[in-house]
């Protein structure tokens, strides 16, 4: 379990760089509206964790639909996408700088993925094994 979350966290950051990167070109480097620059680097992100999501942190086999865990996957990540979303609109109304409420938003949308992602898409498979071997090992 230790290296899984050790393995999210890697992920997660590599996630969030590659959302505040394309927050930043689009925002600030091609003048695109802060919400519009928002979904579509959350739409990056999104994509970019699946795959990290699957290969790397829940090493999940793909013995059942890709698809099917895409769509829970992307359905799930949704819901992030509203949170940061209107967590963005909320910061910044409250003169919050808008790259200062992507990062501080970043930390909730981290913790809250890894819960979604842990039991609702990634289950079964390898990912019961490493989680098995690694409760037997902390005993």
Known sequence: MQYEMIRYLIGGIGTTLVNLSIF???RYGL???MQAANILSIITAIL????VNKKFVFRADDSGSVWKEFLRFTGMRGVSLA??????QILT????????AKILLQAVIIAMNYVISKCYV?????LNEENNR???MSE
């Open 24 to 26: 930043g070109i689009l």
């Open 31 to 33: 003048d695109m509206r």
């Open 48 to 51: 970019f964790a699946f795959i």
């Open 83 to 88: 949170v940061e979303v209107f967590g963005m």
């Open 93 to 100: 109304m409250l003169s919050v700088p808008d790259i200062a």
């Open 122 to 126: 990634f289950k079964g498979g390898h």
């Open 134 to 136: 690694d409760h037997t």
